[in-house]
Nanobody, 125 residues
Framework: VQLQASGGGLVQVGNTLRLSCAAS????????MAWFRRAPGKEREFVAV????????EYADSVKGRFSISRDNAVNTVYLQMNDLKPDDTAVYYC???????????????????WGQGTLVTVSS
């Protein structure tokens, strides 16, 4: 299964970006979906996760109130709206899918089976 992340780029502090994650078929609609990021020289970290229906969402404290995860199962796509971007948000962002049947939303990347290739977000000051 191949997830395709897009939408990254170079922006200035305080600006916005919207990342997208798409896949062929109905893979995304069957999965709990999450975004993770890896900043230069740092470990991968959890950003946000959304339930299959979109009714439940969780965020890392560092992005709460600024980022919003959403999904459109009709077009098999997940989004990450990023507002008020800060230099510490600079990272490669990855989307990930958890196809297991439980409703639990994992924040540990090791629990995700499907990954996108990553899209680079650079926030300049």
């Amino acid at each position: 299964v191949q997830l395709q992340a897009s939408g990254g780029g170079l922006v200035q502090v305080g600006n916005t970006l919207r990342l997208s994650c798409a896949a062929s078929g109905r893979v995304i609609s069957r999965c709990k979906m999450a975004w993770f990021r890896r900043a230069p020289g740092k470990e991968r970290e959890f950003v946000a996760v959304i339930s299959r229906s979109g009714g439940v969402r969780e965020y890392a404290d560092s992005v709460k109130g600024r980022f919003s995860i959403s999904r459109d199962n009709a077009v098999n796509t997940v989004y990450l709206q990023m507002n008020d971007l800060k230099p510490d948000d600079t990272a490669v962002y990855y989307c990930a899918g958890d196809p297991t049947s439980t409703s639990y939303l994992h924040t540990n990347g090791g629990m995700y089976d499907y990954w996108g290739q990553g899209t680079l977000v650079t926030v300049s000051s």
